[in-house]
């Protein structure tokens, strides 16, 4: 008997699951899931894929940068100035600092190379952990340090040793002026560089030649392309390029000269300049106080290092290149003024005084007595300051002013050292009012006849000047590139009359002969032409004057002008800067025409 009896079985099948749209719905949904997964990886394979497999080949593929040799540099003759050595550096992998291992080998590299764990990471950190190219920690390690890291080098992984190229200066303090220095780029330096291919590490020319030129001599880098597993350790070279090297220089320098002029200076702060007067090579340039530029080349300067570029005397400062008053060297544009205004005739006398009264000013007279009637090359010979007020005054200092900048202060001259080279102050009206809020006066203009005033020149402008009566009225402009090409390329014609350049002629030879510039009229030499000047320093730490002589021989046909320049000395430019250039002229003309003159 069933205890439960079966109902009708009239009721209806009531399943819902997967009828009506339901089905439909899962079938779309899946359709459009899976769409979008191919579209996705459509997208990803056609439109980023080049730039994924990049991504990927990074991961896989390194880049070992090589370094391009900086070009040599030479001297006119062919001797060698600046070339490159190769010390060993330490290199590490961009990701090192990343990694487990990491406080371990900072610590040993922190002990062996004397590098804090801070200035390595911040090197790494710098160049990004996805960087390509290893990252040079420290450079020119010694065979200690070599040997040290040998012994570690189960610990040290990521860490490599490679020989680079190091700049190195054979002549060491003698052409620092001249050459410069290379050092590694700053962060900002690097940061305007990047565009012109620059990287972390590089070196660049910072001064002198090296920067100047340091297109030409840079290079091109090149590389190794290595194949590495997933520790980044390489397993095999995939490819590689040639680095470029850098051009060659030759120079215009003449080491022997250079030599000699930085032996004439001596100890004295200063500087001296040769160059030729028909094209403008410069022959010599040197500056002191001065350093050695292959401590640049160190990883880190020691403080004794430091010492010796920075402090009150400024050893990186190149004096040839920065401004000082030209005294009475400047006689040569003030003759040259007077004559070309045509106020003053090339037979023009006058009277010269012990002092004269201007405007309610005395001016003496450097002997305190005059020299009585005097014409120009008289005035020249004795550089009598009197004579010279009275141009001054007669010629104007529009006049004056516009002879000055014609014989190119007050601008750069177009050396190559454009960023170092000072140009110098031609005051003038609006200069004056702008600076002293008063008007130019007479005063003015006589103190500028003889150098003195706001008036500043370089070293280097002041070769130019006297290059002008050597040549025969032609403004060159200097440079260090030698040159075999026509003169004509580096000169233009300031069209002085032929009197004026007779009688600016005259007169330096004068000076020489029998006047202030005697020390240089010795059998040793050519007949020589020059002129004296001893300025007065009204700023500075020191008041004591500065001595100067501009000089070219021989004086008939010129063919080496040296200006020499005494900062502070505290003499006259006959007795402290005359004797320099002796000693330079001597030299020059000894291996010049040999035997010609009588040995010193």
């Known amino acids: 008997m069933a205890i439960f009896p079966s109902l009708p079985s009239n009721q209806k099948n009531t399943r819902s699951v997967g009828r009506g749209f339901q089905s439909v719905f899962l079938i779309l949904l899946t359709l459009l899931m899976t769409s979008g997964i191919g579209a996705r990886l459509a997208y990803l394979q056609i439109v980023h894929g080049s730039k994924l497999r990049q991504r990927a080949e990074s991961n896989r593929v390194r880049m070992i940068p090589k370094q391009p040799e900086r070009g040599n540099i030479f001297d006119r003759n062919g001797k060698l100035l600046a070339t490159t050595r190769y010390p060993h550096s330490v290199y590490l992998w961009p990701m090192a600092h990343t990694k487990p291992s990491w406080p371990v080998v900072g610590k040993r590299l922190s002990q062996i190379l004397d590098i804090s764990e801070e200035e390595m990471e911040g090197k790494l950190e710098q160049a990004g952990a996805n960087s390509a190219s290893l ?139 040769a160059l030729n007067p028909n094209n403008g090579e410069v022959l010599a340039m040197v500056s002191h106080p001065t350093f050695d530029p292959n401590i640049f080349s160190k990883q880190k300067l020691s403080q004794k290092d430091w010492k010796t570029v920075q402090g ?60 009585g009637p005097l014409g120009f090359v008289g005035a020249m010979q004795w550089s009598s300051d009197t004579f010279f007020y009275q141009i001054g005054k007669g010629v104007g200092g529009h006049k004056l002013i516009e002879w000055t900048r014609k014989y190119g202060f007050g601008e750069q001259t177009g050396f190559e050292f454009s960023t170092e080279e000072a140009k110098g102050l031609v005051p003038d009206e609006n200069w004056k009012r702008k600076v002293w809020k008063i008007p130019w006066t007479v005063g003015d203009s006589i103190n500028m006849s003889i150098g003195q005033g706001a008036l500043q020149t370089t070293p280097l402008q002041v070769a130019v000047m006297f290059a002008v009566p050597a040549n025969g009225g032609y403004r060159v402009q200097p440079h260090l590139l030698k040159d075999n090409g026509d003169a004509k390329r580096w000169r233009k014609s300031l069209n002085m009359k032929p009197e004026t350049v007779k009688i600016l002629r005259e007169g330096l030879r004068k000076v020489v002969s029998e006047g202030t510039g005697k020390a240089l009229n010795k059998p040793t030499i050519p007949p020589t032409a020059g002129k004296s000047g001893t300025a007065e320093a009204w700023k500075g730490r020191s008041k004591q004057n500065h001595a100067w002589f501009g000089a070219y021989a021989p004086a008939d046909k010129p063919e080496i002008v040296i200006v020499a320049f005494a900062e502070h000395s505290g003499g006259g430019g006959g007795s402290v800067a005359a004797p320099m250039i002796l000693e330079i002229m001597e030299e020059y003309f000894a291996h010049k025409h040999p035997g010609k003159y009588q040995k010193n």
Do not use: C
């Not at 095999?236 to 090297?245: D, I, S, T, Y």
């Open 135 to 273: 990252i040079r920690i420290a450079r020119n390690v010694t065979e200690a340090q070599i040997t040290a890291l040998k012994e570690y080098a189960t610990e040290l992984t990521d860490v490599e040793i490679n020989t680079e190229a190091v700049r190195y200066y054979p002549q060491g303090r003698e052409l620092a002026h001249i050459l410069g220095y290379t050092r590694e780029l700053t962060a900002e330096q690097l940061k305007k560089r990047k565009p012109e291919g620059y990287r972390l590490g590089d070196v660049i020319g910072q001064m002198g030649v090296e920067k100047a030129y340091e297109k030409t001599l840079r290079g091109q880098w090149g590389g190794q392309q290595v194949e590495v597993d997933g520790a980044g350790r390489p397993l095999r070279v995939l490819g590689e390029k040639q680095a470029k090297a850098g051009n060659d220089l030759h120079l215009s320098i003449d080491i022997e000269m250079q030599k000699t002029a930085e032996k004439a200076l001596g100890n004295r702060n200063g500087a001296i300049v």
């Open 312 to 371: 009150e005397e400024h050893p990186l400062v190149n004096r040839a290149l920065s401004a000082f008053p030209p005294a009475s060297t400047f006689k040569i544009v003030t003759t040259t003024a007077g004559i070309e205004s045509g106020k003053f005739s090339p037979n023009t006398v006058l009277q010269t005084y012990g002092s004269l009264t201007i405007g309610g000013t005395r001016f003496g007279e450097w002997n305190h007595a005059g020299f």
